[in-house]
C-alpha cells in the first residue's frame, strides 16, 4: 500500500511540476559585513568568556548599527575562515564525549558548512566599531552578520544537552 501512495505521490509532482527538490551543492557567496581584531591567533576549545575583541563592521553600513548598543548581548554571524577543508569533518570524538559525535551535533569549527554562530555581550560601541566580550573567532574573521539578542525568543529554559557538553560534567 506504501508503494501505490509513493507512486501516486511521484506522478502528481511530475503532472503539477513539484518535483522533490534535493539539497543545492552549488556554493552560496558571501561578503563579509565586518572583520574581528583580537590578540588570539589559533583556534582553541575553551577559554573565550574574558576574550575581548573588537568588530570592526564596514563604514558604509555605520548606520545599520543604530540602536545595537540599547541591548547587552548580541548574535555573530561569522566564517571560519582559516579551517582549510582538508581539517573538515563529517564526525570528531570531543572532549568528555565517550563516542564520536556527527559534526552537526557539536559546536566544532571544522563543519561541512564553516559557520560561526556565536552570543556575546557588547560592551559598548562608537561609529562602526563594536567592543565585545566572549566571541570565539580568531583575529582577522570575516563577519557575516550582527543581530541583537532577545532573551524571549533566543533562549530556550528547557533545552536538553548530552552529558558530555555540560560544564559541570
Known amino acids: 500500500m506504501k508503494a501505490l501512495w509513493l507512486r501516486l505521490l511521484d506522478w502528481l509532482s511530475r503532472r503539477f511540476g ?5 539539497v543545492p551543492r552549488e556554493p552560496i557567496s558571501f561578503r563579509p559585513i565586518a572583520v574581528v581584531r583580537n590578540d588570539v591567533r589559533e ?4 577559554g573565550w568568556e574574558r576574550v575581548r575583541s573588537t568588530i570592526i563592521v564596514r563604514e558604509d553600513l ?3 548599527l543604530d540602536g545595537i548598543e540599547d541591548y547587552s548581548h548580541i548574535i555573530v554571524v561569522f566564517a571560519f575562515d582559516k579551517v582549510p577543508e582538508s581539517e573538515q569533518r563529517t564526525r570528531i570524538r570531543m572532549e568528555g564525549a565517550a563516542a564520536e559525535q ?6 566544532s569549527q571544522r563543519r561541512p558548512s564553516p559557520l560561526g554562530v556565536s552570543m556575546t555581550r557588547l560592551l559598548r560601541r562608537r561609529a562602526n566599531v563594536l567592543w565585545v566580550e566572549g566571541l ?17 525568543h533566543d533562549a530556550v529554559p528547557t533545552a536538553g544537552i548530552p552529558a558530555w557538553a ?3 560534567s
Open 43 to 46: 583556534s582553541r576549545p575553551h
Open 102 to 107: 556527527g559534526i552537526l551535533a557539536t559546536r
Open 166 to 168: 555540560r560544564e559541570d
Open 18 to 22: 513539484i518535483a522533490r527538490t534535493p
Open 62 to 64: 555605520a548606520e545599520a
Open 136 to 152: 570565539d573567532a580568531i583575529n582577522g574573521t570575516p563577519i557575516l552578520d550582527i543581530k541583537p539578542y532577545f532573551p524571549n
